[in-house]
């Protein structure tokens, strides 16, 4: 497996552990993220769905690298997550901008090195089948 690969897992991960919170443990979902508002037991499960989606993401792009259609849905996942975050954090003030940051750390470092390998591993399978 490729060292983008290896990070994507570690993320998707990571990302589980925000799952249990948001269907188990709510409030420790609200002290770590979501800091300034309330948040309801449905709101929970919601971002608990929401990043077990993104979790999956995270596990399949892994494994398959090589799919364009995959990666760019994976890629778009950590896009949409940082705006996310950062609506809440600066329009919305739903969040303090410490909890941002680790967000932001995780989304950010995903994005930039998704960019930088994007037709690497395409361009990979090409060559293979020419050879």
Sequence with gaps: MRALG??????????????????????ALRLAVFSKSPMTE???????????????LCFLCAFNLDN????????????????????????????AIANLTTVSIFAGTSIVWMLLQWNAHQLQQVNLKHS
């Design 42 to 56: 449905v709101h929970g499960r919601t971002f608990g769905v929401w990043t077990l989606l993104t979790c999956t």
């Design 68 to 95: 364009k259609q995959l990666y760019v849905a994976t890629f778009l996942s950590f896009i949409y997550a940082l705006g996310h975050f950062l609506t809440e954090c600066l329009i919305y003030q739903t969040m």
């Design 6 to 27: 290896w990070w994507l897992m570690l993320v998707g991960s990571l990302r589980l552990a925000s799952v249990w919170f948001g269907f188990f443990d709510i409030w």
